[in-house]
Antibody
Framework: QVTLKESGPVLVKPTETLTLTCTVSGFSLSNARMGVSWIRQPPGKALEWLAHIFSNDEKSYSTSLKSRLTISKDTSKSQVVLTMTNMDPVDTATYYC????????????WGQGTLVTVSS | EIVLTQSPGTLSLSPGERATLSCRASQSVSSSYLAWYQQKPGQAPRLLIYGASSRATGIPDRFSGSGSGTDFTLTISRLEPEDFAVYYCQQYGSSLMYTFGQGTKLEIK
C-alpha cells in the first residue's frame, strides 16, 4: 500500500524558512521508475508544481520559485524534504507531496496535504 | 516553459449530461506526459487519466481522455453526482518541469 504523508509547521513568520517533510511508504525512493514532487495550492486557487526529485537524485524546480526552493531525499528514511526560504503571506497554501511515475508521467499517489499559514 | 490553458473556467451541467473539458498547451506536449486530475473540496487531487487517454486504476469508463500535440480533452460521458468537482490537466516537459492548468470547475446546473 502506497502512502505519502506531509509534515511540518502549520504557521511560519514572514522571512522565515519553511521545511516540509514527505514520508513515503509502499515504494522505495531508489526505484528508477518513480520520483516525488511537491505541489502547493493557495486557498481557493489552482495547483502549482514546485519541485521534483528523481531516484538518481536529479532535481527540477519551478522557474518562478527556483531561487527559494531546495529539494532533497533520504532514501534510508523514505523521506523527501522541501525547504522554501524567505516565506511571505502569499505562500500561504496547502502543500502536497505526490509520487510521480516517470513513464508515462503521472502523479498517481498524493499525500493528504498540510496547510501552512504565513503570518506574523 | 509550457503553459496549459483550460476551458471553460466553469461548466454548469446536470447529472446525466455529457461534459467536455479542454486543455490547450502553448507548445506541443508528448501524449505520454499529459494527465488529468479530479479534486473535490478538502481532498487531495486524484489521478484520472495518464498518457492523455489511459484511465488510472479504478476510474470508471465514463471518463475518457483524448488529444495530441497542443489540444487535449477530458470527456465525462454521463455525469454522476459525484463527478462535480474541479479538474486539472498537467504536463511534464523536456526541461524536467511540470505544469498544471488553472482548472475547470464542473458544477451542478
Amino acid at each position: 500500500q502506497v502512502t505519502l504523508k506531509e509534515s511540518g509547521p502549520v504557521l511560519v513568520k514572514p522571512t522565515e524558512t519553511l521545511t516540509l517533510t514527505c514520508t513515503v511508504s509502499g515504494f522505495s525512493l531508489s526505484n528508477a521508475r518513480m520520483g516525488v514532487s511537491w505541489i502547493r495550492q493557495p486557498p481557493g486557487k489552482a495547483l502549482e508544481w514546485l519541485a521534483h526529485i528523481f531516484s538518481n537524485d536529479e532535481k527540477s524546480y519551478s522557474t518562478s520559485l527556483k531561487s527559494r526552493l531546495t529539494i532533497s531525499k533520504d532514501t534510508s528514511k523514505s523521506q523527501v524534504v522541501l525547504t522554501m526560504t524567505n516565506m511571505d503571506p502569499v505562500d500561504t497554501a496547502t502543500y502536497y507531496c505526490a509520487r510521480m511515475r516517470v513513464v508515462p508521467a503521472a502523479m498517481d499517489y498524493w499525500g493528504q496535504g498540510t496547510l501552512v499559514t504565513v503570518s506574523s | 516553459e509550457i503553459v496549459l490553458t483550460q476551458s471553460p473556467g466553469t461548466l454548469s451541467l446536470s447529472p446525466g449530461e455529457r461534459a467536455t473539458l479542454s486543455c490547450r498547451a502553448s507548445q506541443s506536449v508528448s501524449s505520454s506526459y499529459l494527465a488529468w486530475y479530479q479534486q473535490k473540496p478538502g481532498q487531495a487531487p486524484r489521478l484520472l487519466i495518464y498518457g492523455a487517454s489511459s484511465r488510472a486504476t479504478g476510474i470508471p469508463d465514463r471518463f475518457s481522455g483524448s488529444g495530441s500535440g497542443t489540444d487535449f480533452t477530458l470527456t465525462i460521458s454521463r455525469l454522476e453526482p459525484e463527478d462535480f468537482a474541479v479538474y486539472y490537466c498537467q504536463q511534464y516537459g523536456s526541461s524536467l518541469m511540470y505544469t498544471f492548468g488553472q482548472g475547470t470547475k464542473l458544477e451542478i446546473k
